[in-house]
Structure formats: structure tokens, C-alpha cells
């Protein structure tokens, strides 16, 4: 999967939440740019720290691009059938979405880390 495609899915996934909230339920209010914004931002560095990992780990790439090739299939899986749904099962779809994305983001985050950690250990040790 190339970096590109990486980030438009992980934003795609990132703009679930923005798309399920339903007209009753109160909120606290959010400029529509700066969310979005936001969200770019999340997508950009989780799909950098891919990238980054690709380089350091590919196991370890390979492991967490296939829980998010999951969630992905998940994602479309609810996008073709949320027609058919009430809004109580997509908020929790949405959200459950989310979190999952989420949470491999920051496992990828946190696996970049310890592989420069890794690598600046050998490097001390010169």
C-alpha cells in the first residue's frame, strides 16, 4: 500500500466521527475547519510514522498494516450497508471504528520509538 493511499484511508477513517453525530444529541460545538484540520494533521503523522516504521521494522509494518487493512475492510463493510442501519448502531460503529484506528496509530507511534531507540543504542555504543 503506498503512503498516498495510506493517507487517504486513515483520513477517510478519521472523518467517521464527523459524519455520525445525530441531530439530537448535543455537543460541544467544533469549527468544522479546524476539525478537519486536525484530523489531516492525525492522518499525516500516523501515515509518516507507517512510513517510518516500514523502514526500521517491516515485520512489525506488515503486523499493524494488516490491522489496518481490518479496520479498512470494516470501514467499507459499514459504508455500503449504512443505509440500512439506525443511528445507535452507527454511532457505535463509527466510534468503535475510531477507537481501533486510533489505538493502531499510536501502537505504530510507539513501536517507531523503540526501533530509533534501538538504533541510537548501537550508535551510543560506537
Keep these: 500500500m503506498k503512503s498516498s493511499q ?3 484511508l486513515v483520513l477517510i ?16 460545538p467544533k469549527k468544522t475547519g ?3 484540520v486536525e484530523q489531516k494533521t492525525e492522518g499525516k503523522r500516523c501515515v ?14 506488515n503486523q499493524y498494516r494488516a490491522q489496518f ?7 467499507a463493510y459499514f459504508k455500503s450497508h ?13 466510534l468503535t471504528l475510531n477507537d481501533k484506528l486510533n489505538m493502531v496509530c499510536e501502537q505504530v ?7 530509533i531507540q534501538k538504533k541510537m543504542k548501537v550508535i551510543s555504543q560506537i
Design 48 to 61: 509518516d510514522n507507517f512510513d517510518m516504521l516500514k523502514g526500521l521494522n517491516y515485520d512489525a509494518f
Design 109 to 115: 507511534k510507539s513501536q517507531a520509538f523503540l526501533e
Design 69 to 75: 487493512d481490518k479496520i479498512n475492510n470494516s470501514h
Design 34 to 36: 479546524d476539525s478537519l
Design 82 to 94: 449504512e443505509g440500512l442501519m439506525e443511528q445507535d448502531p452507527k454511532e457505535l460503529m463509527t
Design 6 to 8: 495510506l493517507l487517504s
Design 13 to 28: 477513517s478519521f472523518t467517521l466521527c464527523a459524519c455520525s453525530s445525530s441531530p439530537g444529541q448535543k455537543s460541544v
